[in-house]
């Protein structure tokens, strides 16, 4: 290095430097807590840990490197050490204060990691300032769990700025509610009744399940999960699960699905299957006084009255019957309109032989 000329020593000598003010320097020193920086005085300046990071046990050496040069802000003249005392983190935050005033009053959205999950929301830092998304502003669905958040990257605009006060808000709530109106507006541009299309089980509850699509949910009901019957939807789907879906029907924002597909009807090869006169095999599925219903397969039932069970007489199924129960029985009865079969079990079994009409005994009349 060049010695330095009279003129530029006198300058130096005389330079002076104030609380407050913002100066240059280049880094001569790094130690694991401190920073050592020529700024140009005729004292070096020192920027401790704690005044360089949020971070409490953060070894300085892995963030700075000699020869570096930053900004930073005096805030003693003399240490008591002869030393000039430096912030660099709260320049940084005072410029990020500003960054974020500009985000505030131009509405921008901005993007930072989460730092801190705390009981009531989360804690990120743009530029050295700290920004605070409340639990209700986190999402637009309630969320149980906030720690999931922990190290992710959000995006989120700035509702509330307020330095003074220590009072910056941010709201990712409103991003996600706007991004899903503009999903839900799209969705609905191109679906119409009786589309195929392919949806995430999001909740399943005792009535049904509803179908995230992509912008809006649409509901599953129960009774359209299957051309049988389902006694439980959480026994037949998952959160998460994908599935093809038939909109069923669409009635403003509300849809309705199901997996009860035409195609695969039943009903469109009973008329063969279960034509009157043949022997079928089915499964009683429900009881009543007057009759049980059978299935004889998913999404087809058939009933056998109380009188076409036996040839003795039976006063209600439950008697001789019981759910579960596999059964075989002939079809009497075959309506395809009105979907409606009967059957007998009667049928298949033989008549019972009639006992001979008992001999009455002739009187003779008597003599007269």
Not at 104 to 117: G, K, S
Not at 262 to 282: M, S
Request: hydrophobic share 40%.
């Amino acid at each position: 290095m060049s010695e330095m000329s009279f003129e530029q020593m006198l300058e130096e000598s005389l330079k002076t430097i104030h609380k407050g003010e913002v100066v240059e320097g280049t880094v001569i020193d790094v130690k694991d807590d401190e920073i050592v920086l020529n700024i140009g005085y005729k004292a070096d300046g020192i920027i401790s840990r704690s005044e360089y990071t949020n971070e409490p046990n953060v070894d300085l050496r892995d963030l700075v490197k000699v020869g570096d040069t930053m900004e930073a802000k005096v805030l003693q003249v003399n240490d008591g050490d002869g030393q000039v005392a430096l912030t660099y983190k709260r320049l940084a935050a005072e410029k990020g204060n500003k960054r974020l005033e500009e985000a505030f009053n131009n509405q921008e959205v901005l993007t930072a990691t989460v730092t801190q999950v705390l009981s009531g929301g989360l804690s990120v830092v743009v530029d050295e300032a700290r920004v605070f998304i409340p639990a209700s502003l986190v999402s637009d669905t309630y969320e149980k769990n906030l720690e999931k958040f922990a190290n992710q990257e959000i995006e989120f605009v700035i509702t509330e700025f307020n330095p003074r006060r220590r009072r910056i808000i941010g709201d990712r709530k409103q991003l996600l509610a706007a991004k899903k109106a503009e999903l839900q507006k799209a969705l609905f541009e191109r679906i119409n009744v009786g589309d195929v299309i392919e949806g995430v089980v999001k909740n399943v509850t005792d009535f049904g399940a509803f179908i995230d699509l992509g912008g809006a949910d649409g509901l599953l009901h129960i009774s359209e999960m299957s051309w049988g019957r389902v006694e439980n939807p959480k026994k037949v789907l998952n959160v998460g699960d994908k599935l093809k879906v038939l909109l069923k029907d669409i009635n403003g924002s509300k849809i309705a699905l199901s997996l009860k597909f035409e195609d695969e009807n039943p009903w469109l090869t009973a008329a063969e299957k279960y034509e009157v006169g043949n022997v079928v095999t089915g499964r009683i599925a429900r009881m009543t006084d007057f009759g049980a219903f059978v299935e004889l397969e998913p999404g087809v039932d058939a009933l056998l009255h109380v009188s076409q069970i036996s040839h003795e007489h039976i006063d209600k199924p439950s008697d001789v019957l019981k759910v579960g129960q596999e059964i075989e029985a002939k079809v009497v009865d075959f309506n395809g309109e009105e979907k409606k079969i009967s059957l007998s079990m009667k049928a298949l079994q033989a008549a019972p032989e009639k006992e001979p009409a008992a001999e009455e005994e002739v009187a003779e009349a008597p003599v007269e």
